[in-house]
């Protein structure tokens, strides 16, 4: 039963890594996006002053970005690998032990 419950959270790890890894690669394409955007509003002669304001907000927005994705890199990816192995270990012990 435990190691099934340590599976379980194994599992739950690698899952919600795998969350972090698709909302990170969902932010960096709406990012992309918004730049492409903001290039093509560019290069089909938009209003200076409007442009003006939509790249403040861009680089607001790529700002934001940045602290979150550093946020996501440094705090819960660190976190959810060491809990990963931390579990790992202790199902190789488990199973050592159960042998």
């Known amino acids: 039963m435990a ?3 340590m599976a379980d959270q194994l599992g739950w790890c ?8 698709q909302l990170e690669n969902e ?3 709406i990012s992309k996006q918004y ?4 290039n093509d509003l560019q290069a089909a002669g938009y209003a ?7 790249r403040g907000n861009y680089q607001r927005f790529e700002s934001e ?7 996501l ?3 819960h990816y660190d976190y959810i690998d060491k809990q990963c ?5 202790t199902l190789n012990v488990m199973l050592k032990n159960s042998t």
């Open 85 to 89: 192995e931390k579990i790992k270990n």
């Open 27 to 29: 932010l960096l394409f």
């Open 35 to 38: 730049g492409d955007l903001l």
């Open 3 to 5: 190691q099934m419950d």
């Open 73 to 75: 890199r440094s705090d």
């Open 65 to 71: 970005i940045d602290d979150l994705l550093r946020h």
């Open 48 to 54: 200076k002053q409007g442009l003006d304001t939509i």
């Open 14 to 21: 690698i899952t919600t890594k795998d969350y972090l890894s």
